[in-house]
Nanobody
Framework: VQLQASGGGLVQAGGSLSLSCAAS????????MGWFRQAPGKAREFVAA????????WSADPVKGRFTISRDRAKNTVYLQMNSLKPEDSAVYYC??????????????????WGQGTQVTVSS
C-alpha cells in the first residue's frame, strides 16, 4: 500500500481547503482510511476516517460539521474537505490506511500505512 497526500497550503481563517490522498494497493474490504494531523510539539491526532468499502464515516469532535471525509474508489482517492478553517487546525495532515475497526479507528497505532504528510497553515 502506498499513499500520497496533497492539497495543503496557506489559507485565512474561515477559508477552505481540500486534501487528497491517492492510494495504491488498497484492495481489502476491511481497510479503513484515515486522516490524522500533527501540530508542532503535539501528538498526532485523529481527524476523520472512512471505510474503503462502505459509507460510514467518523470525525473528531473539533472538526465535526466543518470537515468531511469521502472517497472515490474508482480514482483510488480519499478526500478531506475542510471548511471554516481555524488557526488551531494548522498542522501537518497525514492520510493513513489499515485494518482499523470501530474501537480502534481513532488510534494512529491501528494504521499500518502512512502518506508523507501535507502542511496546512491557517492564518488569523
Amino acid at each position: 500500500v502506498q499513499l500520497q497526500a496533497s492539497g495543503g497550503g496557506l489559507v485565512q481563517a474561515g477559508g477552505s481547503l481540500s486534501l487528497s490522498c491517492a492510494a495504491s494497493g488498497v484492495t481489502s474490504s476491511s481497510y479503513t482510511m484515515g486522516w490524522f494531523r500533527q501540530a508542532p510539539g503535539k501528538a498526532r491526532e485523529f481527524v476523520a476516517a472512512i471505510k474503503w468499502h462502505g459509507t460510514n464515516t467518523w470525525s473528531a469532535d473539533p472538526v465535526k460539521g466543518r470537515f468531511t471525509i469521502s472517497r472515490d474508489r474508482a480514482k483510488n482517492t480519499v478526500y478531506l474537505q475542510m471548511n471554516s478553517l481555524k488557526p488551531e487546525d494548522s498542522a501537518v495532515y497525514y492520510c493513513a490506511a489499515g485494518r482499523a475497526i470501530l474501537s480502534t479507528l481513532r488510534l494512529a497505532e491501528a494504521y499500518n500505512y502512512w502518506g508523507q504528510g501535507t502542511q496546512v497553515t491557517v492564518s488569523s
